[in-house]
Every structure is written in C-alpha cells, then in structure tokens.
C-alpha cells in the first residue's frame, strides 16, 4: 500500500474520484494502485503529484512504506 500517499490524501480530502477524474479512469483503478494491487505508471504519479501534492517528493508520495519526507 502507498501509506504516504494515502494519508494525505485523506487529511486533504482528495478523494478517489478526484484523482481518477485526472487520470480519465475509474475510482476503483485509483484504489487498487493505491493499494498495491497494480502500479501507477510514471506519467500518473507525476500528475497526481503536481496537481494534488506539489510541496511532495515523488520517492516520498509514492514509496509502499511509510517514510518521513526528505529534507
């Protein structure tokens, strides 16, 4: 699971139709790269970055453990 992604997700209220509009695919796709069971590729992971968490290192949103951010 992307922890570090989803719990900002959820303290910035960025939900998963959000994130699935920007990517034109379905809520349920978004939830399972979330949750492991597929991977985002690059192009999506940039965008989700620049759009919902721009102050947000990519290694750092997108890391499957939960990691402090890079100084």
């Excluded at 699935?20 to 690059?42: C, E, M, N, P």
Aim: proline share 4%; hydrophobic share 40%; charged share 30%.
């Amino acid at each position: 699971m992307l922890n570090n992604l989803e719990k900002l997700r959820k303290e910035r209220g960025v939900t998963l139709v959000d994130i699935a509009d920007l990517l034109h695919v379905r809520y349920q796709t978004v939830s399972d790269k979330i949750s492991g069971d597929s991977d985002f590729k690059f192009k999506e992971a940039v965008m989700i970055q620049q759009n919902f968490f721009p102050e947000f290192d990519l290694v750092y949103l997108f890391s499957p453990e939960d990691n402090r951010q890079p100084a």
